[in-house]
């Protein structure tokens, strides 16, 4: 069982820049691919970006694309999302969860959610 812990977010302007960490406890973290998510208040928790067990393939949602880039240190383990040109928009609690299955972008294809981390972009 792997347990994620989030951490990172605040409030920052627009055009801002933020990292968060996602690390994890537990056993074989190194054996799983791991996904961001947001949830803004009233939406659905919807996709961020991944990467694969091994750090070597990652994908990222249109919204985010060219700003935001996900990474991952197995010797720490931690995955980081780094979060450039923030918007508005992008205000939302941010969530880190494992996956065995490589390319779903959606939240019943993952597991072992942490407790989010809340990040707040003023225009």
């Known amino acids: 069982q792997v347990q994620l812990v989030e951490s990172g977010g605040r409030l920052v302007q627009a055009g801002g820049s933020l990292r968060l960490p996602c690390a994890a406890s537990?056993?074989?973290?190194?054996?799983?691919?791991i996904g961001w998510f947001q949830q803004a208040p009233g939406k659905v928790r919807e996709f961020v970006a991944a990467i694969s067990w091994s750090g070597d393939s990652t994908y990222y949602a249109d919204s985010v694309k060219g700003r935001f880039t996900i990474t991952r240190d197995n010797a720490k383990n931690t995955v980081y999302l780094k979060m450039n040109s923030l918007k508005p928009e992008d205000t939302a609690v941010y969530y880190c969860a494992t996956t065995a299955t490589w390319g779903s972008d959606g939240p019943g294809s993952y597991d072992n959610w942490g407790q989010g981390t809340q990040v707040t972009v003023s225009s």
């Open positions: 537990g056993c074989s973290f190194g054996n799983y691919a």
